[in-house]
Nanobody, 125 residues
């Protein structure tokens, strides 16, 4: 069983930056693709970014050019660098991991098996 723990959330003003981290408890041999998702109150969970073990990335259109996903396999850690934050980025952010590589539907929540508890990001105008 893979456990994921997110950190790095907080409150920032529009245009600010935050870096989220997600520590995986198990070895990366048990984990394929990983991703970041977010869910705002009253809205469905949506995919933000994903990354495969080979480094290939996928981003939601709403964050392209502003967010960067990366993973440090030696530290079993996933990151999300968020720049030029907007109020509409306000949400609970979740880290997710799949048991194998995700080749289709990289930003679909149903493609991922393991989930963290989430970290809140609030962007004020």
């Amino acid at each position: 069983q893979v456990q994921l723990v997110e950190s790095g959330g907080g409150s920032v003003q529009t245009g600010g930056s935050l870096r989220l981290s997600c520590a995986a408890s198990d070895t990366t041999y048990s984990v394929g693709s990983m991703g970041w998702f977010r869910q705002a109150p009253g809205k469905e969970r949506e995919g933000v970014a994903s990354i495969r073990r080979d480094g290939a990335t996928t981003y939601a259109d709403s964050v392209k050019g502003r967010f960067v996903i990366s993973r440090d396999k030696s530290r079993n850690t996933l990151y999300l660098q968020m720049n030029s934050l907007k109020p509409e980025d306000t949400a609970m952010y979740y880290c997710a991991a799949a048991s194998s590589e995700v080749w289709y539907g990289q930003l679909r929540p149903t493609s991922y098996k393991y989930w963290g508890q989430g970290t809140q990001v609030t962007v004020s105008s």
